[in-house]
């Protein structure tokens, strides 16, 4: 059964990035999912000094073991003016640190929300088109407006419209799994 590594790209612990991430993960029930909350990763913040004098985090080490050990990604992310949440900036820049090819080429479907009616959409255009310099195959994308309006917690994407792009994304990115 191929394994599928899946977040929400914030440390809050209500994070409605996580909310997606996870719904995205339960309409795969032919998967393992392997759920990682970015909590259990946090490290002093990057720095070329830092990395010299004590070395790469164990924490930063164990979430690329996570990579190695899954066939594919889903990433849901946070905005945080306009780009990364910090949580996930500085996970990413030392996890980038272990080895050269972040992602391992492995197949990935990036997602993002906000409150606000663009949805995240910026830090998903960043991740969407600087991923695969960093071994991410993107499959597919996927933003939600105005996630209080546009997703229940029992429903999932209220939207008829939005839940049609969600559905071709997801299948997308389904596709390419059972292909390979």
Known sequence: MKKILVFGASSSKESINR???????????????VDLDLNDFEMPIFSVDKERENGIPQAA????SHIHACDAIIISFAEHNGSYSAAFK??????????????????????ATS???????????????????MGGQVMASFSLPSFNTNFHEENG???PELSDKFTEALSKFVQVLQQA
């Open 115 to 133: 409150p606000g009616a663009r949805g995240g959409q910026n830090v998903l255009e960043t991740a969407v088109t600087r991923f695969p310099f």
């Open 90 to 111: 500085n996970l990413f820049d030392w996890a980038s640190r272990v080895e050269k090819n972040m992602w391992l080429e492995r197949p990935m479907l990036l997602l």
């Open 157 to 159: 994407i209220t939207d």
């Open 19 to 33: 909310k997606l991430a996870l719904y995205a993960a339960s309409n795969l029930s032919e998967f393992e999912i």
């Open 61 to 64: 080490q164990d979430f690329k």
